[in-house]
């Protein structure tokens, strides 16, 4: 569309990637929001609609009116949340969900940036309560990349790593994703020990380059489809962070903050237990372990790779926002 003014379709807009890519969007295109639960003032149009139903759950109206004035869809919508109670979750909204919003594309006849996850290349074999949950999540994701794959329309899918979080700003509260979750143990001093060693690795950019991107992506999409490759990985690379370096971070949030700051035990080999060790055991990968392919730095317009410096910083204040809200929590 060479640059000009595009009709975009977002949905997810009221979640933690949605809601900061949104404004990024708006900044340049008329974007509607598909929404289920609150308005999104940034948006031209915000239709409520609900993707795990056939059709949206839309009239048909509302459904010829969409497909007449979208220029391409960027589906956000999705589930991430490692618990069991979010089996079925996983399957109404990453693949049915997913499945929904492409047919809306391939009637439109418009391309589609969609999220997907690095779980989406991973396997998880054992059968404890944690194992079945990242299992479901990941194989959500996958069977949403396969419908992808199947679309008649150029889809661009974005595999995203975990995301640090500096501040709110007003966007989705992002205190469910995984390293929150594990930070905040960490500063409560609820974790005695960990069943990793201090180079076991995870891989997180910041959301910021992660928006970045997508929006990097979705000018691609609009200017020549089908150029832009179907696949993306928007991750650390070998910048990864380590176990070491969340104990740093937590260490130095701690001591500003005047309060006390436990190291768990790191021991490989000690048999995890349920929740939040398992999930940290299954969550990182050993130090000889190869990193996640990056594309970060493949598409004009978009974020280079991170530095370790960068993720280090981000790292910290992603530390120092959960123990804001812990601050919180305990005045209120």
């Not at 900044?27 to 149009?45: D, I, N």
């Not at 205190?175 to 076991?200: D, I, N």
């Not at 150029?227 to 740093?248: E, I, K, Q």
């Amino acid at each position: 569309m060479n640059g000009d003014s595009a009709r975009v379709l977002l949905t997810g807009a009221s979640g933690v990637i949605g809601s900061r890519l949104l404004p990024v969007l708006a900044a340049r295109h008329r974007v509607t929001a598909l929404t289920r639960q609150r308005a999104v003032p940034e948006a031209v149009r915000c239709v409520a609609a609900d993707v795990r139903v056939p059709g949206l759950g839309l009239d048909h109206d509302t459904w010829r009116r969409l497909r007449e004035e979208t220029d391409i869809v960027v589906h956000c919508a999705g589930v991430s949340g490692f618990t069991l109670s979010n089996l079925d979750m996983f399957k109404e909204i990453n693949v049915w969900g997913t499945r929904n919003v492409l047919d809306l594309a391939a009637e439109a006849a418009v391309p589609v940036v969609m999220m997907s996850s690095t779980s989406a290349a991973q396997d998880y074999t054992d059968d404890d309560p944690t194992s079945r949950a990242l299992r479901a999540y990941a194989d959500s994701k996958r069977r949403a990349e396969q419908l992808a794959a199947a679309c008649p329309e150029p889809v661009a899918m974005i595999r995203t790593a975990l995301l640090l979080v500096g501040s709110n700003d007003g966007a989705a509260d992002p205190r469910q994703q995984f390293p929150p979750v594990l930070l905040e143990a960490l500063l409560r001093g609820r974790v005695r020990r960990l069943p990793v060693t201090s180079g076991h690795w995870f891989d997180a950019i910041r959301v910021e380059t992660l928006v970045r991107y997508t929006a990097a992506v979705v000018e691609a999409m609009l200017d020549v489809p089908g150029a832009v490759p179907s696949l993306h990985w928007a991750t650390a690379g070998p910048a990864r962070l380590t176990m070491a370096d969340v104990m740093a971070a937590c260490s130095t949030v701690a001591a500003a903050a005047g309060l006390p700051f436990r190291h768990p035990e790191l021991q490989p080999s000690a048999e995890p237990r349920r929740g939040l060790e398992r999930l940290v055991q299954l969550g990182l990968f050993a130090p000889d372990a190869p990193p996640f392919p990056s594309t970060l730095g493949s598409v004009a317009g978009g974020p280079v790779p991170p530095q370790r410096s960068e993720l280090l910083s981000a790292l910290e204040a992603n530390t120092s926002l959960v123990s804001q809200w812990l601050s919180a929590a305990v005045t209120r």
